[in-house]
């Protein structure tokens, strides 16, 4: 995050891309694009693609790792080569763990991981091209994906960051808004009861920005899970659809 920059993203009470303060991204949600994946989900955010698949529930190794009384969430995130403009060294480094491990953690409130003792869940999330928000769309990808996958949850986690330009508190911020803001705040809830599972900050924000921020990212998020649902309700309902012509 840089400060100071004389770079104008606010012109005419419009951001670069046109939108207003509160917009979101344009947003894209395709259900079980890999076959071998036991749940899988395409997802775009603006110029953000990401894909996640789940693998399990499936026997813990090496066994010593394995917990006797609940599964072990195993959250993978990576991003491609490919995926920024200068290109990035294949492989984790500390910021892709940072990221699973916060990541990981936002479904802890939500996985029953108790019904799968000794058990893994295995979720990877690859980014196949990046545009700030990254994190945030990475989840939302794999809550897909878990539900795709009948991972049992309470319910679905749904992200969203929050951030500072020109002054100005924003809802998703785009990379260059992000590289040359004030503050970024990926937030990750629990939409329908207002439960927040994961929120980072990078940057100063005021009390009442801070206020102000959460506030866009909790309408955001029932705007992000009311997407989720309806993808997997279509998902399904061509599922059923199609094994009740194969009866017929």
């Known amino acids: 995050m840089k400060e100071g920059t004389e770079r104008k993203l606010i ?49 813990m190794h090496p066994r010593h790792a394995q ?7 195993k ?8 995926s920024v403009d200068d290109r990035k060294r294949p492989g984790p480094d500390r910021r892709s763990v940072e990221i699973s491990k916060v990541s990981r953690e936002a479904f802890d409130p939500v996985i029953m991981k108790e019904y799968y003792p000794k058990m893994a ?25 878990l539900a795709d996958a009948g991972i049992p949850m309470t319910d679905l986690v749904s992200s969203i960051a929050v951030g500072k330009i020109d002054g ?27 439960t927040i599972t994961a929120l980072q900050m990078d940057g100063h924000l005021t009390k009442e920005e ?19 649902r309806a993808a997997l309700i279509e998902r399904y309902s ?3 659809g199609r094994e009740e012509k194969k009866r017929d």
């Not at 951001?15 to 036991?38: H, S, T, Y």
């Open 67 to 73: 917990d006797a009384k609940m599964a072990v969430i």
């Open 210 to 228: 801070f206020k102000r921020g959460l506030k866009l990212a909790m309408g955001a998020c029932h705007q992000i899970y009311e997407l989720q």
């Open 11 to 59: 012109i005419d009470g419009k951001r670069l891309d046109g939108r207003g303060f509160e917009e979101l991204r344009p947003i894209k949600i395709e259900i079980g694009v890999l076959k071998r994946a036991d749940g899988s989900c395409y997802l775009e955010v603006g110029d953000n693609k990401v894909i996640a698949a789940v693998y399990g529930p499936r026997e």
């Open 121 to 145: 869940i295995e979720v990877y999330v690859e980014m196949l091209q990046s545009d700030a928000g990254t994190r945030t769309a990475g989840i939302n990808a794999a809550s897909v994906a």
């Open 238 to 240: 061509k599922s059923e």
């Open 75 to 82: 959250y993978r995130y990576n991003m491609a080569p490919f």
């Open 168 to 194: 100005e508190v924003v809802l998703d911020l785009t990379g260059v808004e992000d590289n040359n803001g004030e503050a970024d705040m990926p937030i990750a809830m629990i939409a329908r009861t207002n």
